[in-house]
């Protein structure tokens, strides 16, 4: 892979929610290229932020997410939700959990790890599934 499409779920622009991606006010696209360079592709309102939720990790809400996003490689929130679960066991994208704050940092790492999420991504499209979602962490 040269470009991971990577999706920040945030309220401020700068910094990801220390909750769940869905409850996030802000989707933030950006794309990351192999080099370096990101870039950011778009800029969303989460229109199912305030969606009633019939039971804590709703599917309607989780498929009203994933359908404001299009095709994504990652998305990144700080913390674990039972969609995050579900999304790992059913789609090609990989939900990770950080605990960084900053978007900008959280890129830096990311691409530190390149060749390691291009090959969690490579393994999400062979098998759907990978055992454990990642955790983007402070060196």
Do not use: W
């Given at each position: 892979?040269?470009?991971?499409?990577?999706?920040?779920?945030?309220?401020?622009?700068?910094?990801?929610?220390?909750?769940?991606?869905?409850?996030?006010?802000?989707?933030?696209?950006?794309?990351?290229?192999?080099?370096?360079?990101?870039?950011?592709?778009?800029?969303?309102?989460?229109?199912?932020?305030?969606?009633?939720?019939?039971?804590?990790?709703?599917?309607?809400?989780?498929?009203?997410?994933?359908?404001?996003?299009?095709?994504?490689?990652?998305?990144?929130?700080?913390?674990?939700s039972p969609n995050f679960v579900k999304i790992n066991k059913?789609?090609?994208?990989?939900?990770?959990?950080?605990?960084?704050?900053?978007?900008?940092?959280?890129?830096?790492?990311?691409?530190?790890?390149?060749?390691?999420?291009?090959?969690?991504?490579?393994?999400?499209?062979?098998?759907?599934?990978?055992?454990?979602?990642?955790?983007?962490?402070?060196?």
């Amino acid at each position: 892979m040269d470009k991971l499409r990577i999706v920040f779920g945030t309220n401020d622009g700068e910094n990801i929610v220390k909750h769940h991606f869905g409850d996030s006010k802000i989707f933030q696209l950006y794309e990351l290229s192999a080099d370096g360079k990101r870039l950011l592709i778009d800029s969303k309102e989460n229109r199912a932020k305030d969606m009633e939720e019939k039971k804590h990790g709703d599917d309607q809400k989780r498929e009203s997410v994933l359908g404001q996003l299009g095709q994504i490689d990652i998305m990144v929130a700080g913390s674990l939700s039972p969609n995050f679960v579900k999304i790992n066991k059913t789609t090609r994208t990989v939900p990770c959990i950080s605990k960084i704050n900053a978007i900008e940092k959280n890129l830096e790492i990311i691409y530190k790890e390149f060749s390691t999420f291009s090959e969690l991504i490579e393994n999400k499209v062979k098998n759907n599934i990978i055992p454990e979602i990642p955790r983007i962490e402070e060196e």
